[in-house]
């Protein structure tokens, strides 16, 4: 079994920075790709941002192509989301959620966190 923690989310200004970080435990870091979804109130949960398990490749939302970063450290058993030119649209519960085998752009993950939230005041 797998447990994914986040961290990271608060309140910032549009335009601001914040870094979001999720732990894993449970099972070998490397063993499954990551993603990053988000959900605002009254919304479905969206794609955000996904990597491959060795942390070769990324995908982003066309959203925030430009602005986030994804990143994967398997040593450390972290993933990380940089998002940067933080927008009031960008406001939402973020979570990070592991896939077994091949990484997707959709919410088929096997694993989730309990999500953190993130709040751009305009």
């Known amino acids: 079994q797998v447990q994914l923690v986040e961290s990271g989310g608060g309140l910032v200004q549009a335009g601001g920075s914040l870094r979001l970080s999720c732990a894993g435990s449970?099972?070998?870091?490397?063993?499954?790709?990551m993603g990053w979804f988000r959900q605002a109130p009254g919304k479905e949960r969206e794609f955000v941002a996904a990597?491959?398990?060795?942390?070769?490749?990324?995908y982003y939302a066309d959203s925030v192509k430009g602005r986030f970063t994804i990143s994967k450290d398997n040593a450390k058993k972290t993933a990380h989301l940089q998002m940067n030119s933080l927008k009031p649209e960008d406001t939402a519960v973020y979570y990070c959620?592991?896939?077994?085998?091949?990484?997707?752009?959709?919410?088929?993950?096997?694993?989730w966190g309990q999500g953190t939230q993130v709040t751009v005041s305009s």
């Open positions: 959620a592991g896939k077994n085998g091949a990484v997707s752009l959709n919410d088929d993950y096997d694993y």
């Open positions: 990597i491959t398990r060795r942390g070769l490749i990324t």
């Open positions: 449970g099972r070998t870091f490397s063993d499954y790709a």
